[in-house]
Each structure stands twice: as C-alpha cells, then as structure tokens.
C-alpha cells in the first residue's frame, strides 16, 4: 500500500492574521492563499461567518492551485506567532452616519483588536486597512506599544492604483507602463503628486493638460465614494485587498519594495508624530525607509493640510475613547 507518512512536512510556513472577516477581510485571504504566501488565519467577532469563509476558500484550493491552510475564527489564540496582522475589522461609514460617528465605533474597535492581536503576535507586522485609516493606525502603533517601522497602514498602494487606472484610461495605455505616485491621508484631502506620475518614464504633466489632470486627480479622490455610490450597498474591496496583498508580499518575499503607506513621521516633511501616506521602502523588517520627495510650495502646503485633518480627527478619537 503506498505511503506518504515519511515524506517531509513543509515546515517554517508564514502565517498572515486577517482580523476582521468581511469583503476586504476574506477577499485578502483568497488572495494570500492564491498566490501562495502564507497559511492565513481570518478572524472575525460574528460566529461561524470566518469559519464558514474559511470552508469556502479551502474547497478552492484544488482548483486554484495552492496548498495554504485558511483557518476561520473568534478566538485570538489561533493567530498566535502570526508574521503578519492585517486589521480590516470595523465597519464601512453608512449613509447618514457622520465621520465622528465612524471616528468613534471603529476607534473602539482597532484598540480592542491591536489589544488583543498583540498579546499572541508580539513580533508581527501590523497592517491597518480599517477607516479612517491614517487614525487608527495611529492608534493601532499606541495600542501595540510597537516601533514605529512595525506598524503601517494600506490606502496609498490604492489610491495610487487608482490614479494609475485613471491615467491609462485616459490615454489609452498599458497600465503597466503608469506609474502613479499619491501621499497624504485616505480621505478627501489625499494629494495626487502628478509630477511623480509617469507613462513609460515620462512625466504625465508632459502628456496631460492641467484641466485633464486636475480632473483625474479629483477622481482618485473621490475614488471610494464612486463606487459606494454605484453599489449603493457597500464600497470597494477587490482593489483594496489587492493592495494589501502586495503590502504583505513585499514584507514576506523582503522585496524592499518601494509602494507609499501610512508611516510614522519624525520630521520627515516637516511632520511630526503622525501616520500619513508617504512613499517608503518596505521589507521584511516592515517600513524600512520613509522616502523625502522634494516637494513644491504648492505640494507641500497640500501634504500639510491633509495632516492638520488627520492629527484634528486623532484628538477627536482619542477624546471619545476617553469618555467611554
Ligand atoms: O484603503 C483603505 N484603507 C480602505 C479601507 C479600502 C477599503 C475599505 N476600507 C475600510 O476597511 C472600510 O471603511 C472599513 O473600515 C474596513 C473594512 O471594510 P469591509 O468592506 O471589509 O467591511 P465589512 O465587510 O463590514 O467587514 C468588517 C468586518 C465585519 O465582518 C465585522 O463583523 C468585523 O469587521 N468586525 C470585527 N471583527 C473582529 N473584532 C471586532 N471587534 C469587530 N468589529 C467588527
């Protein structure tokens, strides 16, 4: 009777923990699981829902071609020793809700999960994907107690590939000759740096006019809200979970990647003690480099403002969690 039982197990496999089990959440770990780069745990507060996920994504392997474990659950000791905790749990702002009110649930909701996720993972990464997202990763790098180069957020690998969608629909290109460039917050006041955005190596303020990208840029900003008002039911995740996904590669395959994320600050731009979106280089030790772009008057002054927002709205969160 033939045997497998003495050949090798695979040993040394990274894992990813995804807290939080919903669109972004489970469309991440398909991803993770697809390309092959880590066994995934998804965690999630509703009962069976990651489970149940995790199931489905399992009974996808043979089809897919890849042989990583997804494993569903609500309890934190399953992601122990992760390499990786991706923070996507909270919710999505509804129609009518304000952004305090949004500040406020997801505030409560990141401290629990990085309290929680970090006494099982002290010597992860952590990603944060939760709105608004330059102040919960803030409050995710105070929760955690972690160094600065350990905790980041995802929203400047998808603003930026969303500015570099736009510009190769708009003139008619291989988006794999765009390169985009977007700094600042995940929010309205996000700065498009057109001058860092090229087609094939060429700037595109040499091939757009002002008005043309002035236009795609205020579509990149309003990039979320377009389709959330397209699906009426929900907001985008596909981008989203691709995005984090090439975050998680760069660190896991050390890539030294350079892809803008929310960073900690500590002069860089003239800021201080702030997550904003910057351009860094990102690896197996987690943001390696924060990278200082020369920037004009008019750059600048954007940059700053999109940081007086975010620094306003962590006082804010700070001040309701404090009276909770
Ligand atoms: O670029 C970016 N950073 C973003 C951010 C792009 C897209 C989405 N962005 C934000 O990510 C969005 O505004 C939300 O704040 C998060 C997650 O978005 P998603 O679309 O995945 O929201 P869902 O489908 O509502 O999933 C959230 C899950 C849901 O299953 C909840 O049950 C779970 O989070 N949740 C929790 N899990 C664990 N622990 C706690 N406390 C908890 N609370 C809610």
Same mark, same amino acid.
């Given at each position: +009777?033939?045997?497998?039982?003495?050949?090798?197990?695979?040993?040394?496999?990274?894992?990813?923990?995804?807290?939080?089990?919903?669109?972004?959440?489970?469309?991440?770990?398909?991803?993770?699981?697809?390309?092959?780069?880590?066994?995934?745990?998804?965690?999630?507060?509703?009962?069976?829902?990651?489970?149940?996920?995790?199931?489905?994504?399992?009974?996808?392997?043979?089809?897919?071609?890849?042989?990583?474990?997804?494993?569903?659950?609500?309890?934190?000791?399953?992601?122990?020793?992760?390499?990786?905790?991706?923070?996507?749990?909270?919710?999505?702002?509804?129609?009518?809700?304000?952004?305090?009110?949004?500040?406020?649930?997801?505030?409560?909701?990141?401290?629990?999960?990085?309290?929680?996720?970090?006494?099982?993972?002290?010597?992860?990464?952590?990603?944060?994907?939760?709105?608004?997202?330059?102040?919960?990763?803030?409050?995710?790098?105070?929760?955690?107690?972690?160094?600065?180069?350990?905790?980041?957020? +995802?929203?400047?690998?998808?603003?930026?590939?969303?500015?570099?969608?736009?510009?190769?629909?708009?003139?008619?290109?291989?988006?794999?000759?765009?390169?985009?460039?977007?700094?600042?917050?995940?929010?309205?006041?996000?700065?498009?740096?057109?001058?860092?955005?090229?087609?094939?190596?060429?700037?595109?303020?040499?091939?757009?006019?002002?008005?043309?990208?002035?236009?795609?840029?205020?579509?990149?900003?309003?990039?979320?809200?377009?389709?959330?008002?397209?699906?009426?039911?929900?907001?985008?995740?596909?981008?989203?979970?691709?995005?984090?996904?090439?975050?998680?590669?760069?660190?896991?395959?050390?890539?030294?990647?350079?892809?803008?994320?929310?960073?900690?600050?500590?002069?860089?731009?003239?800021?201080?003690?702030?997550?904003?979106?910057?351009?860094?280089?990102?690896?197996?030790?987690?943001?390696?480099?924060?990278?200082?772009?020369?920037?004009?008057?008019?750059?600048?002054?954007?940059?700053?403002?999109?940081?007086?927002?975010?620094?306003?709205?962590?006082?804010?969160?700070?001040?309701?969690?404090?009276?909770?």
């Amino acid at each position: +009777m033939a045997s497998f039982s003495n050949l090798p197990i695979a040993c040394n496999d990274h894992r990813v923990s995804i807290i939080g089990g919903g669109k972004v959440g489970s469309t991440l770990a398909h991803r993770i699981a697809q390309k092959n780069l880590a066994n995934v745990v998804l965690l999630d507060v509703v009962e069976g829902m990651p489970q149940g996920i995790a199931l489905d994504l399992m009974q996808a392997q043979g089809l897919d071609y890849h042989n990583r474990e997804i494993k569903g659950t609500n309890d934190y000791a399953d992601t122990a020793s992760s390499d990786i905790v991706v923070i996507t749990a909270g919710i999505p702002r509804k129609p009518g809700m304000n952004r305090d009110d949004l500040i406020k649930i997801n505030a409560k909701i990141v401290v629990e999960v990085a309290q929680k996720a970090i006494v099982h993972s002290p010597d992860a990464l952590y990603i944060v994907v939760t709105n608004p997202l330059d102040v919960m990763t803030y409050l995710a790098w105070q929760t955690t107690g972690l160094p600065t180069n350990r905790v980041m957020g +995802m929203a400047g690998v998808l603003d930026s590939a969303r500015f570099q969608t736009f510009i190769a629909m708009e003139l008619g290109v291989s988006v794999t000759d765009v390169r985009a460039l977007v700094i600042g917050s995940h929010g309205d006041s996000m700065v498009p740096l057109p001058r860092y955005s090229t087609v094939g190596g060429i700037p595109i303020t040499e091939l757009m006019d002002a008005e043309t990208i002035k236009r795609l840029s205020d579509r990149t900003r309003n990039g979320g809200a377009e389709i959330v008002s397209l699906m009426r039911t929900g907001g985008a995740y596909t981008a989203p979970a691709s995005a984090a996904c090439s975050m998680v590669e760069a660190i896991l395959h050390n890539q030294s990647r350079v892809l803008p994320a929310a960073a900690y600050l500590q002069g860089e731009y003239g800021l201080n003690d702030i997550f904003i979106g910057v351009p860094t280089r990102l690896g197996c030790r987690g943001i390696e480099t924060v990278i200082e772009l020369d920037l004009t008057d008019t750059e600048r002054a954007a940059l700053h403002e999109s940081a007086e927002s975010v620094r306003q709205n962590i006082e804010l969160a700070w001040a309701m969690l404090g009276n909770n």
